[in-house]
Nanobody, 115 residues
Framework: QVQLVESGGGLVQPGGSLRLSCAASGFAFSTYTMSWYRQAPGKERELVAA????????NYADSVKGRFTISRDNGKNTVYLQMNSLKPEDTAVYYC????????WGQGTQVTVSS
């Protein structure tokens, strides 16, 4: 079955960095676009970044452009989200996602940006 397992979240001070990882299994990872979403308390889940199957194209939410970088390693079935210059408003649960037939989600990893 499809499994997406996020890791790398934590507490970081404003201006700091974190690298999230999502290990995928149970499907042909290198065939599909992968995405990162986030959901802050009381807010809807929003798309943060996406990367095509070969990594040749990426897109980002305006709020994270220039600070976050999505990448993937198809040999390791893993997608990453490098987050730099973190702000308190980046605080959220971050989810890995892929779509084929339906949407699949990981369990999420908490990112808290606070001094």
């Amino acid at each position: 079955q499809v499994q997406l397992v996020e890791s790398g979240g934590g507490l970081v001070q404003p201006g700091g960095s974190l690298r999230l990882s999502c290990a995928a299994s149970g499907f042909a990872f290198s065939t599909y676009t992968m995405s990162w979403y986030r959901q802050a308390p009381g807010k809807e889940r929003e798309l943060v970044a996406a990367i095509t199957s070969t990594g040749g194209s990426t897109n980002y939410a305006d709020s994270v452009k220039g600070r976050f970088t999505i990448s993937r390693d198809n040999g390791k079935n893993t997608v990453y989200l490098q987050m730099n210059s973190l702000k308190p408003e980046d605080t959220a649960v971050y989810y890995c996602n892929t779509k084929f037939r339906r949407s699949f989600w990981g369990q999420g990893t908490q990112v808290t940006v606070s001094s």
